[in-house]
């Protein structure tokens, strides 16, 4: 029978976990921060369920680019939560945790939430965003801005960078989508727990 590990079934669980695959992953792995048995469970786009109040989504982000220095250095998968309270009380609220994988083992990097001021929501979708602010000296460089549609269930984020003075490095304006799913750990022998089970004769 094979088995997998959940990275993030819980997230508060998660913080705990650390699998290790010495002697495990494939012998052609390259890349400091590649392990072979951490893979994605990735599912179809669905509705965002909800109402003008509330909103919940989660999956992990992959980059809209195909270029490898576009991609995400460490898996993140996350939680976006949406409340839309009142003028005082709307926000969208992003929980992330952070993998850190290499060649022998995959651990947690870091936990961690940011909060998005809703700029606009609507029955289609929504738009929030922050950064770009020169008073924030951690993100005036980039303005992040989320987006979602409701009834195609697609989410997306963009880093756009603001052109501020200091912020010379930033140039290029890159985009993540949201994939319905989740990172886990196979743990089967052969590391083959995404392949078609062969029936018995």
Not at 50 to 73: F, H, I, K, N, T
Not at 141 to 163: E, R, W, Y
């Amino acid at each position: 029978m094979k088995k997998r590990v959940s990275v993030i079934g819980f997230l508060i669980l998660a913080l705990g976990f650390c699998a290790s695959s010495a002697a495990q992953t494939k012998s052609g792995s390259t890349g400091l921060f590649h392990n072979d048995r951490l893979k994605l469970l990735s599912l179809p786009d669905r509705p965002i369920v909800g109402d003008s109040r509330a909103r919940l989504v989660d999956g992990v982000w992959v980059s809209e680019s195909l270029a490898p220095d576009r991609a995400l250095v460490f898996p993140q998968q996350v939680r976006i939560n949406c409340e839309n309270y009142g003028p005082d009380d709307r926000r969208c609220v992003e929980l992330s945790v952070t993998l850190a994988p290499t060649r022998i083992s995959v651990g947690i990097q870091e936990i961690d939430t940011q909060e998005y001021a809703i700029d606009r929501w609507d029955d289609r979708g929504l738009i929030a965003s922050y950064g770009g602010d020169e008073s924030d000296l951690t993100s005036k460089c980039q303005k992040h801005v989320l987006t979602m549609d409701f009834a195609s269930g697609a989410v997306s984020v963009s880093d756009i960078p603001t052109h501020m003075k200091g912020c010379e490095a930033f140039t290029v304006t890159n985009s993540y989508r949201l994939v319905r799913g989740e990172y886990y750990v196979d743990t089967t022998l052969n590391n083959d727990s995404d392949k078609p089970t062969q029936k018995a004769k």
